[in-house]
């Protein structure tokens, strides 16, 4: 096998569209499917399966990416040493919700940006815990935030970073009285998407509690949930860390609200066979510190 070869199959894995590759790659798409038949002719096992219209990643693809990533990265990395280039490029693809991206990883991504100008980061919206674990196990991630409980990993490598705080928060002017849990029977719901670890929290309190809300409103966005919240179409749970200012300026109120089940934690995640780069390895240390920092997010406005 060859660079080239790594490279059409790493695309091609990427985008499972061998007509899509030849055009990204500038290739005729008949040279695509020659390069994938020849690696998997010399591993010995197909790396692709058609399933109707649709290409999948066979277990041995999903397996070989790893490695052909890995191969692609060193390529790179022996041709800059060669070169003289001291200076890291590449790309560095991290999946984070909107929570994180917003309020959490500014001040990591300005001092890793200041670090290494060349890298270009690309977010991947992760909009659940389970779809961030997904894409790290397909590879389309480097490295992700997830906000879970903690929890056997398999094939990932998982750091707790923070416990976060979560406030149950309504409309200050909201014409009924809310006092307890007890209360929300007749509330409509601002629900994050369904995977989402604070939303089933949410939901199985409730349920302990005895409560049914009939109404609930699934979006996207949390900044959409708490704009509907301060416009008084519902109630919601969120992380403390998007709702505290909205709270301290009037603009939301804070329910009595204390969960029983287990604490989540903002955790930072990549896969165990993962090319450690030194771009990735420095985003990862850089986190570890920012978030150990003792008031850093305090500090720097962005709790």
Known sequence: MDIKQ????????????????AKILNFAQSSVTAQIKALEDEIGKPLFERLGKRLILTEAGHKFKLYA?????????????VNGEEEPTGTLIIGAQESQCTYRLPPILKEFKATFPKVKLIFKPAHSDEMARNHLMEGSVDVAFIMDISKPQGSLRVEQLIKEEFKMV???????PVLSIDDLKDETLLLTEMGCSYRMMFEDSLKSAGVYPLNK??????????QCVIAGL?????????????????RMKEIPWKDSTSSLFTQIAWHKDKWMTPPLEAFINLTRKIFLSDDYFNQKGFS
């Open 6 to 21: 790594l490279i059409t199959f790493k695309n091609a894995a990427e985008n499972l569209n061998f007509t899509q590759t």
């Open 217 to 226: 409103i699934e979006f996207s966005s949390i900044e959409a949930i708490k």
């Open 234 to 250: 519902g109630i919601a749970l969120l992380p403390e860390m998007v709702v505290k200012k909205d709270i301290n300026e009037g």
């Open 170 to 176: 309504i409309a200050p002017n909201h014409p009924k």
């Open 69 to 81: 990533e890995k191969m692609i990265r060193l390529n790179e990395e022996a041709i800059m040493a």
